[in-house]
């Protein structure tokens, strides 16, 4: 690197990947959709299972196609968490207690925090790191479909068009890495690579 150059590690455009404009507070959908970020099957334990994972693939195509898809999983959590502020922007405590979120005001008032829709905090043991390549790619291609599932019970709980586009976005996504993961497994099957 030259003197003076500056190294870029990331570029980083300061706007969500897909726009969230929530114009209705909704408590009951908050607390649902949180489970996106900090449930099982969320975009948090998708993160860091790709980011952990990538280390034993064996070539640096898997370990950019895992990078490549943690790093956007990340995006995907930064949504998720638009999305929960938006829809407790000016809950009252009452409200958050209606919806069984009482605890959640204690510790975090209308904050962001990693839990699923029951409350329980995010916790490593949702994701799986083997260190065969081969069952992690198949954990991971099970995860997106998980997700995905997820995602649609989500739309199937509201008919608000401003948290339905989102929710279709992050679905389409699922999809996609699940595709992605797909290639890079029979990839690997093909390679025979050990």
């Known amino acids: 690197m030259a003197l003076g150059k500056e190294l870029i590690m990331w570029k980083y455009e300061k706007k ?5 404009d929530i114009k209705h507070k909704n408590v009951k959908m908050a607390k649902y959709i949180i489970t996106q970020n ?14 952990n994972q ?15 898809i943690a790093t956007e999983e990340m ?40 839990q699923n829709a029951s409350g329980q905090n995010f916790t490593a043991n949702y994701f799986a790191v083997t260190g065969d390549y081969l069952a992690d790619i198949a ?32 679905r389409q996504r699922e999809i996609i890495h699940y595709e992605r993961f797909k290639k890079l497994y029979e990839h690997y099957e093909k390679m025979k690579v050990k």
């Open 38 to 51: 900090g449930g099982s099957n969320g975009e948090l334990g998708a993160t860091l299972r790709y980011l």
């Open 75 to 114: 995006a995907h959590m930064e949504i998720i968490s638009a999305m929960v502020y938006q829809l407790l922007d000016g809950a009252t405590i009452e409200e958050l207690e209606k919806e069984g979120l009482g605890s959640q005001y204690v510790e975090h008032k209308n904050a962001v925090f990693p």
């Open 139 to 170: 954990e991971d291609m099970a995860a997106e479909q998980k997700a995905r599932a997820t995602y649609e019970s989500l739309m199937d709980l509201t008919d608000d068009e401003d948290i339905l586009s989102p929710l279709s976005f992050l």
């Open 54 to 68: 990538r280390y034993t693939m064996p070539d640096d195509y898997g370990k950019a196609e895992l990078t490549d």
């Open 16 to 20: 969500l990947q897909f726009p969230v």
